[in-house]
């Protein structure tokens, strides 16, 4: 499938979205949510539910041995841990980064 048949395929992924920020580039997507609680993270992985749910009525699949969690924090405030799933699988994480060394390579994420 060409580059633009595929953006054109993907078009409405975005709308089955209700509470996070999602990038999309190519066959890239990323979801950010401010985490500030336990209702914000079930949030977070109710929209990750809607993007598996899109992705099985369209024949895509996720590659949830390609889906990481990334968590930004600025120490004052621990961060939620929680188990996040893609088609039952636990998405890994990466180690908590401060949000002071990555705020400039990752704004788009960390804007709540």
Not at 52 to 57: E, F, I, L
Not at 88 to 98: A, K
Request: charged letters at 20%; glycine letters at 2%; hydrophobic letters at 30%.
């Amino acid at each position: 499938m060409g580059p633009l048949l595929f953006v054109l395929y993907i078009n409405d992924l975005l709308s089955f979205l209700s509470f996070c920020r999602t990038y999309l580039h190519a066959d890239d997507t990323k979801c950010c949510k401010h985490v500030l609680s336990l209702s914000d993270s079930s949030l977070l992985q109710s929209d990750v539910d809607c993007l598996t749910d899109w992705s099985s009525q369209n024949h895509l699949s996720f590659n949830a041995s390609k889906c990481c969690l990334l968590c930004f924090s600025n120490r004052s405030r621990s961060l939620i841990s929680t188990d996040y799933q893609v088609n039952g699988e636990v998405i890994p994480s990466f180690e908590q980064c401060s949000i002071k060394h990555y705020q400039k390579k990752y704004h788009k994420c960390v804007h709540s």
